[in-house]
């Protein structure tokens, strides 16, 4: 089972602001994400493939 990030680990590993993770979110952009309740949670897997779908070059 895949361990599942908080939004606020997600926003730190991915090196932006809390806030700017929840205006993604808010917007539908920015890595996938999961409700566990009404919690949102990412998956290391969503984060790791939303980083690699951002590099140009």
């Known amino acids: ?3 599942l990030f908080t939004r606020q680990q997600a926003a730190d590993y991915l090196g932006i602001s809390y806030s700017t993770l929840c205006r993604w979110a ?12 009404k919690q949102p ?7 790791e493939q ?3 779908l951002q590099q140009t070059g």
Request: aromatic share 16%.
């Open 26 to 37: 808010y917007l539908g952009e920015g890595p996938s994400f999961c409700r566990v309740g």
């Open 1 to 3: 089972m895949p361990k």
């Open 50 to 52: 939303y980083l690699e």
């Open 41 to 47: 949670r990412y998956r290391m897997a969503d984060l």
